[in-house]
């Protein structure tokens, strides 16, 4: 007999999410009705925004995502007059931090709604152009960038490799790659931790379990294999000192 398909199912105010691992994939469902990686991207980014993190109630999720946007952004390196995007850009968070740097950043969403949010945040900003686009095809030309960032993105694809060739693609030979994934181990040992301690309230609305949007669950040792023969890291460690996300910096390899 086949063994049935393994399911996460997330209650969300009056919706139910569902993530349904199967042979061909993961399948979303919201509310017992398919959706397509926009849809279910949308949906969530109505529920469980990016935002959460910064707006938490608990201080401590509050400082580990402001620590998070700034060490990411603080080991990045733009060459004069650089050419960049945001990719997967959420409300612009990092592309407020990114854009001063560069001559051109190009903010890059899934969502339309989202990206509608991170024009008004970024509406001073006259050197952003934002194009909604998928990761797995990005709306941009061959060795476009000088410098590409993808924060928080690969973990929510069910096939990563899929994005990470498009961020090669879209990159220029020698050009950097820069990318930010939950250390998802530790990240699922601390929710149990606080849930045997009777602390599980302490994560507000945020999943006790794997993010909702996760599929993904990445240590540095997958993201340096998924890296393998993509692109040639330079830097790859765990986000001190909290260690809840790993970063790597890179050369896409053509």
Not at 24 to 44: A, H, I, P, Q, T
Not at 51 to 61: F, G
Not at 122 to 150: H, M, T, W, Y
Not at 171 to 189: C, D, F, H, M, W
């Amino acid at each position: 007999m086949a063994e049935s398909p393994r399911e996460e199912i997330y209650h969300i105010e009056d919706h139910v999410f569902v993530k349904r691992y199967a042979a061909g994939g993961v399948v979303f469902l919201r509310d017992g009705r398919e959706l397509s990686l926009e849809e279910w991207n949308r949906e969530l980014n109505l529920v469980q925004p990016m935002r959460l993190l910064e707006e938490h109630s608990n201080p401590l999720v509050r400082l580990k995502e402001k620590h998070r946007r700034r060490a990411f952004t603080g080991m990045m390196r733009f060459p004069a007059g650089a050419v960049a995007a945001d990719v997967g850009c959420e409300g612009g968070h990092l592309a407020e931090i990114v854009a001063p740097k560069c001559a051109k950043l190009y903010c890059i969403d899934i969502d339309a709604g989202i990206l509608r949010q991170a024009r008004e945040r970024l509406a001073g900003a006259a050197n952003i152009e934002f194009l909604q686009s998928d990761v797995r095809k990005i709306n941009l030309p061959d060795d476009a960038l000088d410098v590409c960032v993808a924060a928080e993105v690969l973990e929510h694809l069910p096939r990563p490799e899929e994005g990470l060739a498009e961020l090669v693609r879209v990159t220029k030979p020698g050009g950097r790659i820069y990318l930010s994934v939950p250390n998802e181990v530790l990240v699922q040992a601390l929710k149990r931790t606080a849930a045997r301690a009777g602390m599980k309230k302490s994560l507000g609305r945020l999943s006790g379990g794997l993010a909702v949007g996760h599929v993904q669950v990445f240590s540095k040792k997958k993201l340096r294999r998924l890296c393998e023969g993509r692109v040639k890291l330079e830097t790859l460690k765990y986000s001190a000192p909290f260690f809840l996300n790993v970063f790597a910096e890179g050369r896409p390899v053509k």
